[in-house]
DNA sequence: TGTTGACTTAAACCATGGTTTAAGTCGTAT
DNA sequence: ATACGACTTAAACCATGGTTTAAGTCAACA
């Protein structure tokens, strides 16, 4: 199997060295090997896991919950129905915020409507005189 | 003109009133009027500007950012292009937010769809014992 | 008239999510 | 041999976005 040093991953994923770190401290990346030198090595596994982290972020999942799943992922296989109602549960709040902030386009919609009508009426006013 | 407390306003959007404090004091609300003992008095036109305030917050804008907006509306008629500029940028800011969110929820679905395999298959180990 | 309830302020406090610093350990290319 | 680059740690630091606290003012009702 091959392995990254942390260097290889941050770049992989144009994330900080200080950030994985940070993560793994925080428990989002449990069980990263040391090489002799007690440097990480990231397995094709841990860059999996990874992925799922950086999907759950990118999700806006608070770092605590990102933990709490990851826990359940190294309890392992009973926890699968735990892992599956929290996935399900955090999809409906992902599709909630989009349709807030899609919504929210709407009044933006609207402004940037307004704004161009007032410069025509500007530019309009500029031929006039 | 009828005029809201901030208690009123508070209730009606579902802000704390320390919120509608702080924005104030950010600069998120300017010109808001008081009474004659100093209490806060929210015009229509608060109230407005307080609804797009919420848009904005709800996608995500930095309150720096708002600010800055804010500062243009109070400025007047000549800073129309400058906003819509800023308008315009969100906007596409949020649909790349949004479409990033579309992309990682597909990560999730995929999650979730192996989780109910795997269940289905315990399920089935189990009927055969 | 006094005591609620709604408001005011400034300042302290808090959680979240990192980033930066300082001091040190390796491995390797010169 | 040594110096460089990549890595290690713990702890301090930072920005953002509020929330809480303490002390006080005011209006209206009992």
Redesign the pocket.
């Known amino acids: 199997m091959k392995y990254c040093?942390?260097?290889?991953v941050?770049a992989k994923f144009n994330?900080?060295?200080?950030?994985?770190?940070?993560?793994?401290?925080?428990g989002l990346l449990p069980l990263?090997e040391?090489?002799?030198?007690?440097?990480?090595?990231f397995s094709e596994d841990q860059i999996a896991l990874l992925n799922t982290v950086i999907c759950l972020?990118n999700t806006?999942?608070?770092?605590?919950e990102i933990k709490r799943y990851m826990d359940w992922v190294v309890e392992g296989d009973n926890t699968i129905g735990l892992r599956l109602e929290m996935m399900k549960k955090h999809k409906q709040a992902v599709l909630a915020e989009i349709s807030l902030m899609m919504e929210s386009l709407e009044g933006i919609d609207f402004k940037i409507d307004r704004y161009i009508r007032r410069l025509q009426e500007k530019e309009e006013a500029n031929v006039q005189k």
């Open positions: 040093s942390i260097g290889e941050s994330i900080p060295e200080s950030t994985l770190r940070y993560y793994e401290k925080k990263v040391r090489d002799e030198a007690g440097r990480r090595l972020k806006q999942m608070p770092i605590g």
